[in-house]
């Protein structure tokens, strides 16, 4: 079974050698590049294909916010795991708006990370524990971004395309599971995202997630 590519994208040189020393422990983890900003990270992923991009959010130059943009958009597959020590949900919210997959604190145990690393590059959404709750209490007097307008609003079929988005399933393995053809699917995904004011299935997933519809 081939190792898992992991690119680590941070300015300073102390965390990349630390984070590169725990994942280096993992015989299914390889660590094939490593990067000081988004700028590199972008000519890095190029070059040698990883299966996800460890990147850290505040960095001089290219951010790793708008490094995560660029990389969605031209390469879909260089899933996003931002590694940071911002615990603002705003940042949360916006790293995910611009299609990260994860979102894990740089206090997070090793064991945690190196999960968290595998999850994501199966294409899980993975949020830190401490993430998630601190979303729901930071934003009391308003629509929370990831909830929906009307919770109840969404169908028994959509419900059940949502469940299996968290877990991780494709639009094509959706319809497998589910018999019927990637284009409904397809049509169920765009009224999830309506109804739920969502913008991908990024944040969709992360909303199952946060509210227990992957379970």
């Given at each position: ?115 968290a690393v595998r999850q994501v590059s199966q294409g899980w959404v993975v949020i830190s524990p401490r993430m998630a ?83």
């Open positions: 079974m081939k190792p898992i590519r992991v690119l680590l994208v941070d300015d300073h040189e102390l965390v990349r050698r630390g984070v590169a020393a725990v994942l280096g422990e993992e015989e299914d983890i390889q660590v094939v590049a490593q990067a000081s900003d988004g700028a590199e990270a972008i000519q890095w992923v190029d070059q040698v294909h990883p299966d996800v991009v460890l990147m850290d959010l505040r960095m001089p130059g290219t951010s790793g916010l708008q490094a995560t943009a660029i990389l969605n958009q031209r390469i879909p597959k260089a899933n996003v795991l931002i590694l940071t020590v911002s615990e603002e949900a705003r940042d949360l919210q916006e790293a995910l708006r611009f299609g990260a997959l994860g979102y894990i604190l740089k206090g997070a145990p090793p064991e945690a990370l190196v999960h709750g601190k979303m729901m209490v930071d934003f009391p007097q308003e629509r929370h971004p990831l909830a929906p307008a009307r919770e109840d609003s969404l169908s028994a079929r959509e419900r059940e395309v949502l469940h299996l988005l968290a877990q991780g399933l494709a639009n094509k393995e959706i319809a497998d599971t589910l018999v019927v053809s990637e284009n409904t699917v397809k049509t169920h995904m765009r009224s999830i995202l309506t109804k739920l004011h969502l913008k991908n299935r990024t944040q969709a997933a992360a909303y199952a997630r946060l509210t227990g519809s992957s379970s």
